[in-house]
């Protein structure tokens, strides 16, 4: 093997790290040291790991995906707006920074059938809540006149976290 290759080479704790991972952070107050114990690294080391991966790319970032429904929260809206090309950075901006919007992100349109090039996300325990936020945060930025759907959940699919160990 060439040293470029095993400069790559993740080493078989590094491996047992990167399956552990796809699970989740473990629920203590030290999550790393915690990975560290099953891994037979240091806690240092498993740091210094996760921030070469993402460096490297392999880790994009770190998320928390959280079961909302069995808290309550059933009431949830995907909003989908058509926003000017020249404007949706900067409106993106401005929703993400709503405290009702739990998630915003930008996507190609889909032409002709789907104009919608925002989405942000609001999670509720009722749809009527769910559409007030929505009617009082679109007054705040002005989108009143700005095209848009309201899809609400039906169905939870399943959450998890991104995989990053060869099956």
Avoid at 32 to 47: F, G, I, N
Avoid at 128 to 135: A, K, P, T
Avoid at 148 to 154: A, D, I, K, Y
Wanted: charged content about 25%.
């Amino acid at each position: 093997m060439n040293q470029v290759a095993e400069l790559y080479m993740d080493t078989e704790a590094e491996q047992r790290l990167r399956a552990l991972i796809e699970k989740g952070l473990p629920l203590t107050s030290r999550p790393w040291q915690t990975l560290a114990d099953q891994c037979d690294m240091s806690e240092a080391r498993v740091m210094a790991t996760i921030e070469r991966w993402q460096s490297e790319g392999l880790i994009k970032r770190l998320g928390l995906v959280i079961k909302h429904r069995p808290l309550g929260i059933k009431a949830n809206a995907m909003v989908v707006w058509d926003i000017p090309d020249d404007q949706v950075a900067m409106v993106g901006r401005r929703l993400a920074a709503e405290r009702a919007v739990t998630l915003c992100y930008r996507r190609p349109r889909r032409l002709p059938d789907w104009p919608f090039n925002l989405f942000c996300m609001i999670h509720g325990i009722a749809r009527q809540r769910v559409l007030l936020e929505l009617d009082a945060l679109t007054q705040r930025q002005g989108l009143e006149a700005i095209p848009r759907q309201v899809l609400f959940s039906t169905h939870a699919y399943r959450q998890r976290g991104a995989r990053y160990a060869a099956e």
